[in-house]
């Protein structure tokens, strides 16, 4: 079992910046794939990013490729989610997971959760 929080979120203009972090504790936080997504208030959740245990495949949703780069420190037992160039439709509760497969693709769910940390961003 892992455990995750999910930090860096908060308030930003349209196009600015913001560094969204994972820290995962419990078992090897190597053996997991992991996943941001985001959901808004009225719409389903939504895969935004996807990255394998090695970090060797990642994966974008249409609306966030170019803008954000997931990434991963296995050292450190945390997954990040650069996101740049915000757009007010980037506005959401964002949540990292975690899959314990061995797979290079986006799981149709994953195993465990963040909380959840706000996105707000302002036009």
């Known amino acids: 079992q892992v455990q995750l929080v999910e930090s860096g979120g908060g308030v930003v203009q349209a196009g600015g910046s913001l560094r969204l972090s994972c820290a995962a504790s419990g078992r090897a936080f190597s053996m997991y794939a992991m996943g941001w997504l985001r959901q808004a208030p009225g719409k389903e959740r939504e895969s935004v990013a996807f990255?394998?245990?090695?970090?060797?495949?990642?994966y974008y949703a249409d609306s966030v490729k170019g803008r954000f780069t997931i990434s991963r420190d296995n050292a450190k037992n945390t997954v990040y989610l650069q996101m740049n160039s915000l757009k007010p439709e980037d506005t959401a509760v964002y949540y990292c997971a975690a899959d314990p497969q061995p797979r290079d693709y986006v799981p149709n769910e994953y195993d465990y959760w963040g909380q959840g940390t706000q996105v707000t961003v302002s036009s």
């Open positions: 990255i394998s245990r090695s970090g060797g495949s990642t």
